[in-house]
């Protein structure tokens, strides 16, 4: 996922330092053209797994007939292939304006009645990569990080962790989804769609993210594993907080 590359310090010298790299790749659904994403070299079942899932163009992953993955493109046949994906776009924020294929106004509720305590949350995020060139996201539960990805951008890492866990058959409402960076509404959306309950992070929450998790059941947790720690929505999900 690096490559050296020479550069010259402000100070004076010349040095060669990891720089993350990143590649266009093309995804193709039954032989058409969905979209083309901007990721991480690697790991790309894990992330079209997600991906599909997340964009409600498949409802898991024993939709998924086969996978094809070459060097800049993905070939998915789904076992419904007259099954047309909705050209209806929303933008919401994300890396270069991410792209959601579904109405914003028919979000999922979040069904589940897990509380985390704060060890538990201190405990995941402690265990996440420590902070580099790529975003991590990981998905915890009772404070052990039971999947985990990085990527140049961490919505495509939460696709990443969530198509880990559609095929090994991991249950979302009982686990926690822990990154980097700020909260935006595009990862809330995302947990939403699989049923995350909670969503922690070392950075703060956009406006947007904390009002949709607000009507939704979505437990925002900002500037995780820092002084700053405080919840955004739905604090009855934290053991001891209350409502």
């Not at 140049?152 to 095929?167: E, F, T």
């Not at 500037?223 to 209350?242: C, L, W």
Request: proline share 5%; aromatic share 4%.
């Amino acid at each position: 996922m690096f490559k050296r590359i020479a550069c010259i310090r402000i100070g004076g010298g010349q040095v060669a330092l990891d720089a993350a790299e990143e590649t266009p790749v093309a995804i193709f659904v039954n032989g058409r053209h969905l979209t083309t994403v901007i990721l991480s070299p690697g790991g790309f079942e894990d992330f079209i797994t997600g991906y599909l899932y997340t964009e409600e163009i498949t409802r898991g992953a024993d939709e998924i007939e086969s996978v094809r993955i070459e060097e800049n493109r993905i070939s998915v046949l789904t076992k419904n292939i007259f099954k047309r994906v909705s050209v209806k776009k929303t933008i919401l924020s994300g890396c270069g304006g991410a792209v959601s294929y579904i109405d914003t106004q028919k979000l999922p509720i979040i069904d589940s009645d897990l509380a985390v305590t704060v060890p538990e949350l201190e405990a995941a995020v402690a265990a996440l990569r420590a902070p580099g060139p790529l975003d991590a996201v990981a998905l915890a539960k009772g404070g052990r990080i039971v999947a985990c990805s990085e990527d140049i951008d961490r919505h495509n890492a939460l696709d990443r962790v969530i198509g880990r866990g559609l095929r090994n058959d991991l249950d979302f409402s009982r686990t926690v989804a822990v990154g980097t960076g700020p909260v935006t509404s595009e990862m809330v959306r995302k947990c939403l769609v699989a049923n995350i309950p909670v969503l922690a992070s070392t950075g703060p929450p956009t406006a947007l993210a904390v009002e949709i998790a607000e009507e939704t059941g979505l437990c925002i947790v900002g500037s995780a594993g820092t002084p700053e720690m405080a919840v955004y929505a739905h604090p009855e999900r934290i053991v001891g907080m209350g409502t």
